[in-house]
Each structure stands twice: as C-alpha cells, then as structure tokens.
C-alpha cells in the first residue's frame, strides 16, 4: 500500500515537471516511451525512416500538449493515440495505401523454467502467430495488437483509433475469427512438413 503511495506522488510530480516544461523530465519521457511509439508506427506499416519522423512529430505534439493531458487515460494510452494520430495523418499525406508491419515479440516468458527446446517452440509459436496478424486488414491487426500485445481497454482503444467501442469489438471478434482460421492452416502445413 505504501508502495502504491509512493509510486502515485512520484507519477504527480514528475507530470508537474513534465507540464511546467523540464527539459530533463521531457528526455526521460522520451526514453521511457519511445518503444511504444515506435511500436505504433510499425504497426501503422511506417518504414524506419518514416517511423522516425511520427515518432518526432509525436513527441513534438506531446510536449505542446502536456499541459492538456487530463490524466483520466493511462500516459502511454494519451501518448499512444498522438502517435496513431500522427502516423494516420502522415500515411494520409504521403501514401496511398500503408502496408502493416508486424514486429516479432522476442519476449517469451521466463527461460529459467523454460527448457531451450520450449523456448525455440514457443518462439516459433509466435513467430507464427504475429505473422498471421500482419495479414489481417491493418485495422483489425492494430486493434488485435493494441488489445493483446499492449494490454489496453477496448475504451482505450476506442479513443486512440477514434472509433466506437462497438467498433473495435467487431475488429476484435473478425480479427480473432480471421486468425483462427489462419493459424489452423499454418499449423496443419507445420504437421504436414513435420511427417
């Protein structure tokens, strides 16, 4: 309880440098959130190049826009939907038709209790599963990964894609439907190959 204390006091007051304009407060805001900007353009289907200008343009935006940060959403949700914001409008600018780009999760639990041979396999596993998802429609994927790689709320999600609720509800549920059949496919070619 304590802890929690602690960790909200410590939240508020490294906001309130962050909104009074500290320069140092805004570098670590960088460097703890920079993955999940990033994160989002690749998801977008941003090449590196582009995905180093949105995450520019994001950061930009934040730091004009932190004193508006109302703190009802998480900070990575508020920054999350300018990063959406962000690469949406570049794509809109700057290309036609934007290809999603599924990142590989390298994280696969812990390997102290996992055998080397678990932990290939499950690698494998979700190699296979996030390639799936970069062949679902791009929305679907990015309410997929937002929901299941990212772990926001279908309300958070719902205010980062600028959609209803039942929206994103109907992406999740065709995403899933779509990455069943998908992933049936991909593990049967896997036993066919296996015999």
Request: with cysteine; charged share 35%.
């Amino acid at each position: 309880m304590v802890d929690k204390i602690c960790e909200r006091r410590q939240k508020k007051k490294w906001l309130r440098l962050l909104r009074s304009g500290d320069h140092e407060a805004f570098a670590e805001f960088i460097d703890k959130y920079k993955e999940t900007v990033f994160l989002c353009c690749r998801r977008l289907g941003l090449r590196e190049d582009e995905a180093e200008d949105v995450a520019s343009e994001t950061f930009l935006a934040a730091f004009k826009a932190i004193g508006r940060y109302s703190g009802q959403a998480e900070l990575s949700t508020w920054l999350w939907t300018i990063a959406y914001r962000q690469g949406i409008n570049y794509l809109r600018k700057n290309r036609k038709q934007g290809q999603l780009e599924a990142e590989l999760d390298e994280q696969v639990g812990d390997s102290r209790e996992q055998g080397p041979a678990a932990v290939v396999q499950g690698r494998e596993t979700e190699k296979i599963v996030w390639d799936a998802v970069e062949r679902l429609p791009r929305l679907w994927a990015m309410a997929v990964i937002l929901y299941y790689r990212e772990e926001k709320s279908i309300v958070d999600i719902a205010k980062i894609m600028q959609i209803k609720e039942n929206t994103v509800k109907t992406y999740l549920f065709r995403g899933r439907d779509r990455l069943k059949q998908v992933l049936a496919a991909a593990f049967e070619e896997d036993i066919d190959d296996g015999q």
